[in-house]
């Protein structure tokens, strides 16, 4: 496994490498720059051409790539060039302490609520339990977070009054750097953008879980298993259980890559400071080395979540062998 797991990083470096050089290519080529405008007017020429001969925007694209690798190589993202008092660093330290706590608690309540729903609506086929289980995902699946956020909003910030309806609770982070301190400011604050985000992600892998527990229900081996004598949960949990998660699994790679470098939609609505939202802005403030070195974090949360779910399919499935 370790091996597995060495070789998959080292593949992994020119795969990071083709993602720099696409990204940097394609946000310098997008229209405008980030010195075109101030505020909604234009910048004045001879002051545009100060300020990119400042940054190094003036140079060939290759050697503004070249320089940009060996600032990364240092460990520095680049500077804000529209921001001159920040650094991308600042930047990234300053959000991804949001967007990890939004997105581990967003996971950690899609599992929790997706898979008991999925394994009872399996096993309680075609009953009531397992229709409204049903129902419940396909209508969780089709509300989307810019609707379901601002219901929530509505309802639990406005009309009830019980819940904040912006910004988010946490004090400074603790324990490896983004574990945030249990406070009671902290959960009330965390409760309606982890509610949004985590419900669409319970459904999905609540029917997931059903169909995959099904087929696996309908298998030999576990035909083979009832024969044998054994009690029916003996059966689910020793045999069924974890072959219907593999499926399961490998959306976990994606799913956390996507929801732990921050979610636009969910950032925009309750107005947390995250990297989604600083990707957005990255964006239309054509902020080249921030939308760079955000596209190149969310991408090695790409390959590490992959990777653990490569580690994951060994220990779900005993057959699988990497070495």
């Known amino acids: 496994m370790t091996r597995y797991i060495i070789r998959r990083l080292i593949v992994s470096i020119p795969v990071l490498f083709a993602i720099v050089l696409f990204t940097f290519a394609v946000v310098h080529a997008l229209p405008g720059g980030p010195f075109s405008t101030v505020g909604e007017k234009a910048m004045p020429e001879h002051i545009r051409l100060i300020m990119e001969r400042r940054y190094g925007l003036d140079q060939p694209l290759y050697i503004q790539f070249w320089n940009y690798l060996k600032m990364l190589a240092s460990g520095d993202l680049g500077p804000m060039m529209r921001m001159p008092s920040q650094t991308v660093n600042d930047i990234v330290y300053q959000t991804w302490p949001v967007s990890i706590q939004l997105g581990s608690l967003a996971v950690i309540l899609a599992f929790a609520i997706g898979i008991p729903a999925g394994i009872l609506a399996a096993l309680k086929r075609n009953t009531w339990i397992d229709y409204t289980a049903t129902f419940t995902a396909v209508l969780g699946v089709s509300i989307n977070n810019i609707v379901l956020g601002p219901l929530l909003i509505l309802i639990f910030g406005v009309w009830l009054k019980v819940l904040p309806i912006a910004f988010w609770g946490a004090e400074p982070p603790w324990i490896l750097g983004f574990l945030p301190k249990p406070t009671w400011n902290f959960w009330t604050h965390a409760v309606l953008p982890v509610v949004t985000l985590g419900t669409a992600m319970s459904a999905s892998i609540a029917r997931l879980t059903r169909a995959s527990l099904l087929e696996v229900m309908m298998s ?20 069924a259980l974890k072959n219907s998660l593999i499926p399961v699994a490998t959306i976990l790679g994606p799913l956390l890559a996507g929801v732990l470098t921050g979610t636009f939609v969910v950032e925009q609505i309750f107005a947390l400071n995250g990297m989604g939202r600083q990707f957005l802005m990255s964006i239309e403030q054509r902020e080249y080395f921030l939308l760079s070195s955000l596209t190149l974090i969310y991408s090695i949360m790409l390959v590490l979540g992959n990777l653990m779910v490569d580690i994951m399919y060994a220990w779900l499935d005993p057959r699988i062998r990497f070495d």
């Open 220 to 239: 030999d081996y576990i035909r083979t298993a009832r024969a044998k004598g054994l009690k029916e949960r003996a059966v689910i949990i020793r045999h």
